[in-house]
């Protein structure tokens, strides 16, 4: 008698794929999303409405301005603050060029409505 053959395993899901919060998956950790259950509801908030704690936890994930997030948060900036800072109030918070252009792009973005 033959041994039946082992069936082979599918490649591992792209990481960008793999559900990011195991918790929202509890049945399926690290599978992909399309095979998982629906994520909880995710409040959508304007940057506006963000407290200075919220705005640094925003902050502190976006790609290029998690290093502001402590400084805004140690200002005690929140969503509608942000809007009314410039380049000069950035300066005076001892902020890098880079920072400053990034953040005031960011500023940009939700003046104009699209954060």
């Known amino acids: 008698q033959s041994q039946p053959q082992p069936q082979p395993q599918p490649p591992p899901a792209p990481a960008s794929l793999v559900a990011p919060f195991p918790e929202w998956f509890p049945e399926q950790p690290g599978q992909p999303v399309a095979a998982a259950a629906s994520p909880p509801q995710l409040r959508l908030v304007r940057l506006t409405d963000l407290d200075a704690g919220e705005l640094a ?17 140690r200002e005690r900036v929140n969503g509608s603050a942000l809007l009314l800072l410039t380049d000069s109030d ?19 973005s939700a003046r104009a409505g699209r954060v």
């Open 57 to 73: 936890a925003y902050l502190e994930g976006h790609p290029s301005l998690g290093e502001v997030a402590p400084v805004m948060l």
């Open 90 to 108: 950035l300066r005076e918070l001892g902020l890098p060029l880079g920072h400053r252009k990034n953040l005031l792009s960011l500023i940009a």
